[in-house]
């Protein structure tokens, strides 16, 4: 029989004999190459401090690196989501101004989202769906009472090509308001921190080619609007998404009238921004006081109509057992504890109905109180009248309103400059 001592050695009954150093040496390091796999990979004690390996982290969709073009994106002001029967907006706790309000600040959030993520050039709020650009972001209010926001985004590309088509929505954490850090912040920015992640997700699903090809026939659809004989050629629109042809030479004097007069409405829409921010900004502290109220309603609604709708219902079920306890009851048994349980029953289900209607009045109380607030923000909140001035053009009305009356005064401009002659 062999024994192995303290020191590593074989004892036998004729000698003693070491084991091979080569084998040790093999063992040991096995040993110690497994124990590091195991304490990096594994989700242990060890593994929860210190270094973590490269694999372990999730990669962040604004942090991945993204080498094509950066394109300009139009977000038109949102569509608020207003149903064509107006008297039912006091029903659905709908305000139109104040929808309207949100309309406006809702996509320039996005814009700021986007703006963040790094990986887009100029990002601009517009008026309406027109103004050209590159990529275009369509958003329409489904939901917004200060709990629950719900939109629907809708990406396309100027080649008519559809990124996405979704719906982003979010529920406002009970937690939000208790958290002293979070005073002052708006407790809808992380659904458009969301919107802004999924856009940034369509866009790295594009091959750049067809990102660098969108600057030409962002270019060209711009310069058609204003020479459609001259410049539509130059786009297959019979293709879905449509295609480049080739392009004008930079040499062609109407192609560059027409770069030179979208670098003007670039300029416009720019200059819209601070328009656009100093709305939002005067809208905020309204706004983010209507916000917290009607959380606060929305919640306290929801709690007294779960309330109501328990208590009637508990409250059948009493009726109904006190019923069922009074027909057992036999007309020839003297069962009085089965007419007490029978009466008790049908008392304890008529003061549940009665307290579960009571809830549903507390329930329209704080309905109408929402509504209220509502209200009150609706008359705060009007649109405000922005005005611009030309050479000799006087712009006036809201900001959609002075977008057309702009580009019918570009396109006067254009045509009493444009040459009488068109070359392809």
Known sequence: MNIVNTRGWILNSDRYRKPSTLLVYTLVLMHLLTGCANTLTNSGANSATGPQVSSSFEKDTAEESYTGPKLDVVIPAFSPGLSEDASSYEEEGIWPELRRAEANRFAYKLKKALDDTGKFGAVRVTPNNTASGDLYVLGEIVTSDGVDLEFDLEVIDVSGKRWMDDAIDYEVSEGFYKNPRNEGKDPYDPAFDQAADDIVKALLKQKPANLAELKQIADLRFAASFNEEAFLPYLDTSKDPMEVISMPSDADPLYQRVQSVRVREQLFVDNLQQDYSAFSQQME????????????????????????????????????????????????????????????????????????????????????????????????????????????????????????????????????????????
């Open 285 to 424: 502290d309204s706004y983010l006081t209507w916000q917290k109220a009607s959380f606060t309603e929305t919640l306290l609604r929801k709690e007294a109509k779960t309330k109501s709708l328990l208590k009637i219902a508990g409250g059948v079920l009493l009726i109904a057992a006190a019923i069922a306890a009074a027909a057992s009851g036999s007309p020839y048994d003297n069962n009085i504890g089965t007419d007490v349980a029978a009466v008790a029953a049908g008392v304890g289900g008529a003061v549940l109905i009665s307290s579960g209607l009571t809830s549903k009045e507390e329930a329209a109380m704080h309905q109408d109180a929402i509504n209220e607030l509502g209200q009150s923000v609706d008359l705060e909140m009007s649109p405000q009248v922005v005005k611009f001035e030309e050479e000799t053009k006087e712009l006036t009305g809201d900001a959609d309103e002075q977008f057309q009356q702009w580009r019918q005064f570009m396109s006067q401009m254009y045509e009493l400059e444009a040459t009488p002659q068109t070359q392809l």
